[in-house]
């Protein structure tokens, strides 16, 4: 299967600061990635889709000013979350998804990063 | 709307077969998926079902019947590192590839 990294894997920063997470797909051309966040016992929450070279698609709820998607290359998007607060520490999530380069067995199968582990102080 | 319907947990015993269900309503259906998910990680990926009936993988099956809007996960010979999340999700037509998430079922194996 493809493999995709997210970096970093966990960061605590003060209120009102902004932080930065990367997702990279290492071993294919993902021309969609999707940001994921997930509350402690809760499912995954859709967040964004995002398609290489064009604005990301956010979901109903998700402020875009806030949560900041960049899908510069085909093999990295990167998710700011701006003036980050406490109420934003979570679990946060990248996949990447392509059907034709990336190996996978199934149409669209999204590869999971391993997670970041955002707490905001 | 979209729904996707999974128990919220489930107890099985190390040996055992364990069902895990899930129904959904959506408007449209291109597809089926399946993940575990280990506390604090990333999910991974199980199984895909597009057509109707069963597909098996090892310990793991995954069954569907699109005119019921219904899956299954089948867990065969439980063993303790299977105690997770498992996740239904479901692909509508042009829906730019998303998945629409069910909450996931915690299962629960003992000894």
């Known amino acids: 299967g493809a493999v995709v990294s997210q970096h970093p894997s966990w960061v605590i920063c003060k209120s009102g600061t902004s932080v930065k997470i990367e997702c990279r797909s290492l071993?294919?051309?993902?021309?969609?990635m999707f940001w994921y966040r997930q509350f402690p016992k809760q499912s995954l929450m859709l967040m964004a889709t995002?398609?290489?070279?064009?604005?990301?698609?956010?979901e109903q709820g998700v402020e875009k000013d806030k949560f900041l998607i960049n899908h510069a290359s085909l093999t990295l998007s990167t998710l700011t979350v701006t003036s980050a607060h406490p109420e934003d520490s979570s679990f946060y999530i990248c996949?990447?998804?392509?059907?034709?380069?990336?190996?996978?067995?199934?149409?669209?199968?999204?590869?999971f990063g391993p997670g970041t582990r955002l707490t905001v102080l | 709307g979209q729904n996707i319907d999974q128990p919220t947990e489930m107890t099985a015993t190390e040996g055992a077969i364990v069902q895990i269900n899930c129904t959904y309503q959506?408007?449209?259906?291109?597809?089926l998926f399946w993940y575990q998910q280990h506390a604090g990680e990333a999910p991974t990926f199980l199984s895909y079902?597009?057509l109707d009936g069963l597909e098996e993988k090892g310990r793991f099956s995954s069954f569907l019947s699109r005119s019921k809007g219904y899956s299954y996960l089948l867990l065969k010979e439980l063993q303790m590192k299977d105690s997770a999340s498992y996740l239904c999700?479901?692909?509508?037509?042009?829906?730019?590839?998303?998945?629409?998430w069910g909450a996931g079922t915690k299962l629960i194996i003992k000894p």
């Open positions: 996949s990447a998804s392509d059907y034709v380069s990336s190996g996978g067995s199934y149409p669209n199968e999204q590869f």
């Open positions: 071993d294919f051309q993902a021309t969609t």
């Open positions: 999700a479901v692909r509508a037509p042009d829906s730019n590839y998303q998945l629409i």
């Open positions: 995002s398609n290489e070279g064009s604005k990301a698609t956010y």
């Open positions: 959506t408007s449209g259906f291109n597809g």
């Open positions: 079902n597009v």
